[in-house]
């Protein structure tokens, strides 16, 4: 008996049975489909007459609200001439041609059991080219090939992840792991490692390839916040260390316990307890203006050789060269220092306090005072307030001034922002939740409005997220909202880069005031793990270079472009300008 193709022309063909034994599938005949037939793949069979491939399947239908089918269904499907020729002679080509064409569930399995027989090397490349279309059945076979087939290659890229042109630094004891490093000179790096619930702070030095000193600490602050706890500052590193439990409900609250700095040869110069102030801000006390959120100020300010440091209601001011407490800084109001402080020209002091700017002179008598009611998000350089409602207030003359938008039915409501404004040369860039950016020039007008914004840092649902989606280099604008997009932006509102993501992005940031570096989650089918996908683009907004990497572990890049990383208990290094493995 011929298929129904050489009895009627008919390409497709149904039935239905009613269930009659839930713990029974009903079996369909095929012979009434394709009577005279060969079985190449699972539910595909040849008609032996006129060589038809039917692509024939059961499966369970009926009310979608009912706990079991009510009929089982049987579909008959001619495959088109295309696919068909996958079928008779799969090969590699073949399988990229058709990565989006559909096939049975197991398909792809069984031909790549035959590929591999005849393509081994093809099969190789298409697995260390990563393509992230391939259907996940075909990476997933790939993987557990690859790793079969060629262990040692394998294990290479285990220890080192994408590319293999990364080099190896040093390896450190068998159960030892890095937990962060920062660079403090051009071929000197810092690291802090754990080894046994033992941690360790220690300096590497790139060229001469060894290990500059090595001390031991306290346990690093990593029980709240993912804040930066080991970076370097005005020619100093600096360390947070232990744990402040902030609320038993919220661990956002958490805060370190001591600050630990260091000169850049791995002397201690101070270890100073903290009194950080952190707390949650409720929208009914500063409804209309803020909205659930959270006040952190883990921030400090050295400049030249004195730390100025946020302790309680106070400003600690530390002589980093003798690591003395020189003297104390009452606040009124008992205002909070956010740990930001600048000197101007004349010598005076300003100092941005978490509701409003405080201003000194050498004698430490105020000079300047504004007190919000509020909590900004941001202050300006011209003493501009911005607050979590689009609400601008300026210290100087007390103007306000509102972005809102007009809704379809006419309602103008006040915008609310995504993340911290961010200021550059001549202007502000103000981004919103969910509608949009604005750039903005010195007086707040605007220079151009965007469709993209960035991700939400500062809404009720962000919960006190440290990260920072948006980066000024020297030119450029470069703004970054997680598994949406990445833009670049000059300082005219002219849009360079606009590149489409689907990850989280881990951080953004530059190595030389040029060029920009944006980290993104990532995880696909070829890998057991969750890996890093590394990004530098050029200020033009081309992509230079394209890594993936094991993860952020120990990951940092010095002012050359040299980036490093960790894997278990190794190092490894990766110029990120060479033209060769750019994937």
Known sequence: MSCLFCQKGSSRFSRLEPVRDERQTHSFPIDDIVGNSLNPFQEIYECKDCHSLWWIKTRGT?????????????????????????????????????????????????ILEIISQK??????????????????????????????????????????????????????????????????????????????????????????????????????????????????????LCFYQGFQKGSEYFSKLNRPDTLCIYDISGKLIISIPLAFKCYEILSTEERDVSENRISHNFGFTILGDTLYLPHQFQIQVYDLKSGKLIRNISLPKFEIFSGKAFETESGNLLFHTLKGILGINSSDEIIFQYLSPYHPVFIDSQFQFYFYYAIVESANTGEKKEFKQTHDSGISLVRELASPPVEFPGGVYLPFSLDGSLLLDSQLRTIKEFPFSTTDTIGPHSFG??????????????????FSGIYMIDFSGNLLLEKQIQSEVLSVFTFDGKHTIIILSFHDDYSDGEETKLLLFSPKGDVITEKLLPGPQGLSVSFDGICVFAKNNQMFSLYLFSADDSR
Do not use: C, M
């Not at 068909?84 to 590699?92: A, G, K, T």
């Not at 802090?192 to 001469?208: A, H, N, R, V």
């Not at 997220?465 to 997680?482: A, G, Q």
């Open 62 to 110: 009926g009310d979608p609200r009912s706990t079991y089918p009510e009929f089982y269904e049987q579909t008959a499907e001619r495959i088109d001439d295309q696919r068909s020729e996958l079928i008779r002679n799969p090969s590699v080509s073949g399988l990229i041609n058709h990565k989006n064409s559909v096939f049975p569930y197991s398909f792809f399995e069984e």
């Open 465 to 482: 997220t440290t990260k920072t989606p948006v980066l000024v280099t020297e030119d450029r604008i470069i703004i970054t909202n997680d």
């Open 119 to 236: 393509e081994r090397e093809a099969l190789k490349t298409l697995y260390l080219r990563r393509d992230s279309d391939l259907p996940s059945t075909v990476k997933r076979w790939l993987l557990q090939w690859f790793q079969k087939e060629y262990p040692n290659e394998f294990q290479e890229i285990q220890k080192k992840g994408f590319p293999t042109s990364a080099g190896h630094l040093f390896s450190l004891e068998e159960n030892e792991t890095v937990i962060v490093s920062e660079f403090i000179a051009k071929d000197q790096l810092a690291l802090i490692t754990s080894l046994e619930e033992k941690y360790f702070i220690q300096g590497y030095d790139l060229t001469e390839k060894k290990i500059l000193w090595k001390g031991p600490i306290g346990k690093p602050f990593l029980e709240g916040l993912p804040i930066p706890i080991l970076f370097y500052q005005s020619g100093y």
